[in-house]
């Protein structure tokens, strides 16, 4: 902490200097900070033995209505990270640049840095954590990953006992409000994200929600933070709900599911695995029964077993809790970089291939309706070693069947296969749907 003006008001007053806190951005989760820090005032003071001020705000319009002191506002993002007066810079502005820049110029300065953007944490948090390092100072991630849900500090300090083998669950608040309202009002996917859109749960691209970019720098940052090696964005396989339709919606119901997009990060047999896709999950696992923002995230540890973690996963006050969590955590202990929650890592994990895993699947296609379709599917399939669990033909629509099957466990590889064969068997008009259906057990 720097001893210039805070140390002088310490020697005069008697009392601990305020901390102050910086501001990098103030839309949803920032305002949502910034309210929480001026109404909780007393009860921040409380907790840690001196007052929390807020400090500069950067933002991009300084004409926007947010009920805040003008005075806050400035256009020039670089006086929030050299304010002599604050100690704690929050980035919430999001995206790679300027944010990852600004980080760096906070942590050159000597402050601690808090921040939600997780797309900025799993691209560069090697370049991040390193440098705070070297400063030691803190970087505080809560908010990058399950919004109001606390995950981060649970895994790194309260199961720090533990290997983690697995994280598993829904870990993008959009998506998971987009396939509620699927399953459970028949609304189409753009009525659905439109709707999370006005609440404050989207990304500002919201391509970032739906094709599952935000759940794969989600998943990248829950990895390196189990695994002890950090792993890269580009090796989490990736896979987006905008294929999905309302007939696999359907089926998955009747065949006893719900479609959830579901992240997997697992540490087995030396083999590591980190992947985001729709999954059917079956009805009686409790991940079914999460719906709308809520995320839950399911943690198997050797030494405690499975404990989940399930809240808001998205919106303006749980992501700010979850901010100021960091931000108290910090500022109650100023004077030191705790090494719990640092980041530690010198080299990246040797991620698997998405081939090599190991699961059922649910496929629909459309076929022909004559003899041979099911003789070659069944062909097929036992070609590249993969059992059939159950096989209904659904209806027909202008000459084509409709074929829903759930297979056995079988390797992805072996699948991929299978169906590159289907696809160019005459009887088979379209594959159109391939999910990934998942028992969840490490
Ligand atoms: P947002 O509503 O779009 O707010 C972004 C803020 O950053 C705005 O105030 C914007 O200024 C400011 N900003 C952007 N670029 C800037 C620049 N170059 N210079 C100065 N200010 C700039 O975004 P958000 O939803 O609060 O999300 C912020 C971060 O938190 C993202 O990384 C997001 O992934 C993460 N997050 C969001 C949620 C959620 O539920 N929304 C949950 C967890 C994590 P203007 O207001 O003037 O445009
Ligand atoms: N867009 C993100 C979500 C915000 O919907 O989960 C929370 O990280």
Do not use: W
Request: aromatic share 4%.
């Amino acid at each position: 902490m720097p001893q210039t003006q805070s140390a002088s008001h310490e020697h005069a007053t008697g009392q601990l200097a305020p901390v102050g806190v910086g501001l990098l951005g103030c839309g949803t989760v920032g305002l949502g900070v910034a309210k929480l820090l001026l109404s909780h005032a007393d009860d921040y003071q409380h907790r840690i033995g001196r007052p929390l001020r807020l400090r500069r705000v950067a933002v991009r319009d300084a004409s926007k209505a947010r009920g805040l002191d003008p005075a806050h506002f400035t256009l020039n993002p670089e006086e929030v990270v050299s304010d002599p007066e604050t100690h704690i810079v929050v980035e919430v502005m999001g995206g790679v640049e300027p944010a990852r820049t600004l980080i760096l110029q906070a942590i050159a300065h000597g402050k601690h840095v808090v921040t939600a953007n997780k797309e900025v944490i799993a691209r560069h948090g090697e370049e991040i954590f390193s440098a705070a390092r070297a400063q030691g100072v803190a970087v505080f991630i809560e908010g990058t990953v399950g919004g109001g849900i606390p995950i981060i500090m649970p895994i790194k300090a309260s199961l720090a006992g533990n290997r983690i083998t697995q994280i598993a669950g829904i870990v993008n608040g959009t998506t998971n409000y987009i396939l509620t309202a699927m399953t459970q009002k028949g609304e189409g996917l753009d009525t659905a994200l439109a709707e999370a859109q006005r609440l404050g749960y989207a990304e500002a691209n919201p391509a970032a929600d739906v094709e599952a970019y935000d759940a794969t720098f989600k998943m990248a940052i829950l990895a390196s933070t189990i695994f002890s090696h950090r792993v890269r964005v580009e090796d989490v396989y990736r896979e987006g709900i905008t294929h999905l339709t309302a007939a696999d919606i359907r089926y998955a119901r009747e065949l006893g599911y719900v479609i959830k997009l579901l992240g997997v990060a697992r540490h087995t047999d030396g083999q590591m695995q980190v992947r985001v896709h729709p999954a059917f999950v079956p009805k009686s696992h409790p991940l079914a029964h999460v719906n709308g923002v809520s995320n839950a995230i399911a943690v198997q540890g050797d030494a405690v077993g499975e404990v989940m973690f399930q809240g808001p996963g998205a919106g303006q006050f749980p992501t700010a809790s979850a901010v100021m969590g960091d931000v108290l955590n910090i500022a109650s202990d100023l004077q030191h970089a705790n090494r719990l929650m640092g980041c530690l890592h010198t080299g990246h994990a040797a991620v698997g291939s998405i081939d090599d895993l190991f699961t059922q699947f649910y496929v629909r296609l459309l076929a022909k309706d004559e003899p041979g379709v099911i003789a070659a599917l069944g062909n097929a399939f036992a070609r590249h070693g993969i059992s059939i669990l159950s096989l209904v033909q659904k209806g027909e629509q202008d000459g084509l069947a409709e074929i829903v099957l759930v297979t056995h466990t079988a390797r992805e590889r072996a699948m991929r296969q299978a169906l590159a064969d289907l696809a160019d068997h005459p009887t088979i008009q379209s594959i159109a749907s391939v999910i990934r259906v998942e028992g969840l057990t490490a």
